[in-house]
């Protein structure tokens, strides 16, 4: 199986930090996990150097000041040995056959002659789940707004709760 990065910025999530790499570990493949961590304060650095993995990568910013999670993923995309790599976050953990679904969707993403077609492929699904809304209507929420334009048209279609608490 062809190797994958996980590129996984963190800072001062150590609990979560460690689920998440118990979780890519548990994959059972040879998988590299780069760990970036931003000025962690929580005892992040001591637990990586006290890791016997091969395949763990660790980046430090020493601090004071933060990168940030833009910064960190830049950097670890940069830093990062392998073909594929995938941008992971510290509070998430690897489902079963995480890395073999996205090796065999890259796959399959290399079988079309250009990425029209992979294009084509998304409209379908996103017109499919959100019945009611036309492909340039979608195509104007996603220029419009690029993060979570499907999420926005769900809670476009939703009527509003009144009994809900607001936070």
């Known amino acids: 199986m062809k190797p994958i990065t996980f590129v996984i910025p963190s800072r001062n999530n150590l ?8 979780s890519i570990k548990d994959l059972g493949n040879d998988h590299h996990v780069l760990v970036l ?4 304060e929580d005892g992040t650095h001591e637990w ?7 395949n763990l990568h660790v980046y430090t910013n020493p601090g004071p000041d933060r990168v940030g999670i833009v910064g960190m993923f830049d950097k670890g995309i940069e830093i990062a040995s392998t073909d594929v790599i995938f941008a992971f976050h510290a509070d998430m953990v690897a489902g079963k056959k995480l890395d073999v679904n996205i090796l065999q969707w890259l796959e399959k993403m290399k079988s079309y002659p250009d990425s029209q077609k992979g294009k084509e492929d998304f409209w379908k699904v996103a017109v499919k789940n959100h019945p009611g809304c ?3 209507r979608l ?3 996603m220029k419009n707004n ?22």
């Open 15 to 22: 609990d979560l930090l460690k689920l998440c790499y118990k």
């Open 37 to 40: 961590n931003d000025a962690s």
């Open 48 to 54: 990586l150097d006290s890791l016997d993995d091969n």
């Open 134 to 136: 036309e492909k340039d």
């Open 139 to 141: 195509k104007k929420v």
């Open 146 to 167: 690029r993060s979570q334009p499907l999420k926005i048209l769900r809670n476009e279609n939703r009527r509003p709760r009144y009994n809900q608490k607001k936070f």
